[in-house]
């Protein structure tokens, strides 16, 4: 097989309610800081502080899609690269080893870090949503 085409690749879809399910019993504090990084998390509470949780309907909240694409878009990239991003037991790959952020045009941009959060390359990732669905595909070079 041609090098050029070594990729890893991951989806994930995420149905809302679920979602809204796992915040219920837990404090969304406590879920944000467990999957979004700080660049993340400082774009989540800039939605938050502008669309408060209680006051819009949960499925068309900017803070609950952005929740529910980062973590779908953090998903699909996990399973795109774990057969690609060498850890130890101690250096386990996680949430937070995936930061997606904004492009200049808006296209969601993925940074990829090792267990000691240094950044070793960036992939690819699609996101979409529809009423109460989240899709994200994640693309990993091998090159890491």
Do not use: C
């Amino acid at each position: 097989m041609n090098g050029a085409f070594a990729h890893g690749i991951g989806v994930d879809i995420l149905h809302l309610p679920r979602l809204l399910s796992l915040l219920s019993r837990r404090p969304i504090s406590k879920f944000t800081r467990r999957i979004l990084t700080s660049n993340e998390l400082a774009e989540f509470q800039r939605f938050s502080s502008t669309e408060p949780l209680n006051h819009t309907p949960a499925l068309s909240n900017p803070a609950i899609r952005f929740l529910a694409t980062r973590w779908a878009a953090k998903e699909a990239a996990y399973k795109a690269s774990t057969n690609l991003i060498p850890t130890t037991k101690e250096q386990w790959i996680g949430w937070k080893n995936f930061e997606i952020m904004k492009g200049s045009r808006g296209e969601p941009l993925l940074t990829i870090r090792d267990g000691s959060g240094e950044k070793i390359g960036n992939g690819q990732v699609s996101i979409s949503h529809d009423g109460e669905y989240v899709i994200a595909i994640a693309m990993v070079p091998q090159t890491l």
